[in-house]
Structure formats: structure tokens, C-alpha cells
């Protein structure tokens, strides 16, 4: 079995999503604040493949991705040696506000676009 971290990368949060290949159900697993933070994590739970949204523009599929986003993606791809899948996030984080509801809710919008981004893997690419 192996065990998937779902990345949904923010400027001031990240959010994460774990689960593995035989369920291939996303849970949230909370949000984190920086890159090492997410290296514990994938240290700590013993995570075999990570899935990260690329946070492209809604309008144009070439559009540049942030400049931060490439800056943390680059560090993140040097500082880990396990897989690494790159999807599309574009809409995880309006369909996360749908489903988050009010600021009471306990699992926030980053969780949840987190995902959002590990089930479509787990729907679309993980056979």
C-alpha cells in the first residue's frame, strides 16, 4: 500500500490531504505554513508519492504559474526523493468554499482544496 500526500500550495497556508491506493479516499490531514513543515510530514507519516496542484489561471492554461509557487515547487523537488505528480488545481479551491460553509467549519478551505486536488488524482490517474 501506499500512502499519498495531496498539496494545496497558498502563499500564507498550505493545505494537505493524505490517503493511499486501496482506498483511494482523500482525507484532510491540515494545513502547514512552510516547506519544512510539509518535509516533516511526509517524514513523520512515511508518505510513498506526493500530488500537488499547479495553481494555473482560470483563463488561459498558459498563464505563468506565481513565481513563489515555482520558487517552492524547485525546493520542495530538491529536497525529497519520492514521486512527485503535478495536476491542474484550477477551480479546488472555489469548490472547496462550497463545501467548507461557514468560518465555524473545523476543516478549512486549504484542507479541502488539498483534497479536492488527491481524489481527482485518485478518480483520474491512479489506476
Not at 500526500?5 to 494537505?16: A, P, T
Not at 490517503?19 to 479516499?25: V, Y
Not at 520542495?76 to 469548490?95: G, Q, T, V, W
Amino acid at each position: 500500500m501506499k500512502i499519498f500526500l495531496g498539496i494545496d500550495w497558498g502563499e500564507k497556508r498550505i493545505g494537505l490531504a493524505i490517503g493511499n491506493d486501496e482506498i483511494k479516499i482523500a482525507n484532510s490531514f491540515g494545513v502547514v505554513k512552510n516547506l519544512d513543515d510539509v518535509l516533516e510530514v511526509i517524514k513523520k507519516e512515511m508518505i510513498d508519492e506526493i500530488v500537488i496542484g499547479i495553481p494555473y489561471s482560470i483563463s488561459d492554461f498558459k498563464f505563468p504559474v506565481p513565481e513563489q509557487f515555482l520558487n517552492f515547487l524547485n525546493n520542495f523537488k530538491e529536497k525529497i526523493n519520492i514521486p512527485m505528480h503535478e495536476i491542474d488545481e484550477r477551480l479546488s479551491s472555489k469548490a472547496a468554499d462550497a463545501r467548507v460553509g461557514d468560518k465555524k467549519t473545523k476543516v478549512s478551505r486549504d484542507e479541502i482544496a488539498a483534497m479536492i486536488i488527491l481524489q481527482d488524482y485518485f478518480d483520474t490517474c491512479e489506476k
